[in-house]
């Protein structure tokens, strides 16, 4: 399984931006996703989680109600829409996904792959 983000780029505070990430291979419904950043100098932390059946989201508390985890499981795709974007939302953005046995679940951590992340800035 590969995965590959995209989308990002330099914005100002208050825009909005959608990425995408493409996840190859045949078992993309049995996936939970989720999207992770990595702030300059910082560890990678938590965004958002969508389960197998995309009835369960998870949001960090510093996006909840900014940013929209999504997927299209036709496309084999997973998206972030962020929206009133803030300086501390500056990172490099990555997607990931893991195996639940529950497919209403979406776990906020236990993510073992990676792929290139996008970055993603924002100016004040």
């Known amino acids: 399984v590969q995965l590959q983000a995209s989308g990002g780029g330099l914005m100002q505070a208050g825009d909005s931006l959608r990425l995408s990430c493409t996840v190859s291979?045949?078992?993309?419904?049995?996936?939970?996703l989720a999207w992770y950043r990595q702030a300059p100098g910082k560890e990678r932390t938590f965004v958002a989680a969508?389960?197998?059946?995309?009835?369960?989201?998870t949001y960090a508390d510093s996006v909840k109600g900014r940013f929209t985890i999504s997927r299209d499981d036709a496309k084999n795709m997973v998206y972030l829409q962020m929206d009133t974007v803030k300086p501390e939302d500056t990172a490099v953005y990555y997607c990931?996904?893991?195996?639940?046995?529950?497919?209403?679940?979406?776990?906020?951590?236990?993510?073992?792959?990676w792929g290139q992340g996008t970055q993603v800035t924002v100016s004040s």
């Open positions: 969508l389960s197998r059946n995309g009835r369960k989201i």
């Open positions: 990931t996904y893991r195996n639940t046995y529950n497919s209403d679940y979406a776990p906020t951590s236990g993510y073992d792959y």
């Open positions: 291979g045949r078992t993309f419904s049995t996936y939970a």
